[in-house]
């Protein structure tokens, strides 16, 4: 599964979108870019996924470069309970491949 | 989405002690389930693979007689601490795939961890 890089933490105020990167250069082409977020003390909780076209559901929108060594995940109204760790993961979905976590960016929503 | 849940949700032991931990996928049949730890300020550690019928998969570092791994149905995936010690103190989570999802679908839905404390 391909490497990501993201920034360790990002601040963003109540309300505003929240872009969080993601650096992916090494990602194969069948290989999709999926985001997870981690609220302290529970389990990862999905937010979005995609290859080569831009996604958009209810939690979030995620634009994905043409040349696809490079995300950013869009939240577009950030809220205190968005505060959270969020993970970028390069997965292969295919057989019984555990997803692997990185280090992820600390979302802080600041009232 | 698919639901997955763990018990205990939280547990202290005294050292020596084995603890269980039992993963449920509550709605569907998961051939494959997977072990994380992860400990404070850090990020989720993947542990073993657990398969069904079969013996399950560690990562390498991690010890199979201590981290005794059973996948006895398609919902239920069991872990045991065996003679834990304070240094097993952690946060533990499994994630079950839910294979009629597969194919660049979200096929793997996390349980909402279990915190261990070994005094």
């Known amino acids: 599964d391909a490497k990501t890089t993201q920034p360790p933490s990002m601040d963003c105020a109540e309300g505003r979108a929240a872009n969080l990167p993601c650096n992916h250069s090494t990602i194969s082409g069948n290989e999709y870019v999926y985001w997870y977020r981690q609220i302290h003390s529970q389990g990862p909780q999905y937010i979005i996924h995609g290859l080569k076209n831009n996604e958009t559901n209810e939690m979030a929108s995620l634009i994905i470069t043409e040349d696809r060594k490079s995300s950013t995940l869009i939240l577009p109204h950030a809220t205190l309970r968005d505060t959270a760790v969020y993970y970028c993961?390069?997965?292969?979905?295919?057989?019984?491949?555990?997803?692997?976590f990185g280090k992820g960016t600390r979302l802080s929503v600041i009232a | 989405g698919a639901v997955v849940s763990q018990h205990p949700s939280r547990v202290i032991c005294k050292s020596g002690t084995s603890v269980k931990i039992e993963c449920r996928s509550l709605?569907?049949?998961?051939?494959?389930m997977f072990w994380y730890r992860q400990f404070p300020k850090q990020s989720l550690m993947l542990m073993a693979t657990s398969n069904e019928g079969s013996k399950a998969t560690y990562e390498q570092g991690v010890e199979k007689d201590k981290f005794l791994i059973n996948h006895a149905s398609l919902t239920l995936s069991t872990l045991t601490v065996t003679s834990a010690h304070p240094e097993d103190s952690s946060f533990y989570i499994c994630?079950?795939?839910?294979?009629?999802?597969?194919?660049?679908?979200?096929?793997?839905?996390f349980g909402p961890g279990t915190r261990l404390t070994v005094l």
């Open positions: 709605d569907f049949q998961a051939t494959t």
């Open positions: 993961i390069g997965y292969r979905n295919s057989g019984n491949t555990p997803l692997v």
């Open positions: 994630s079950a795939r839910e294979p009629r999802l597969a194919g660049g679908q979200n096929e793997q839905f």
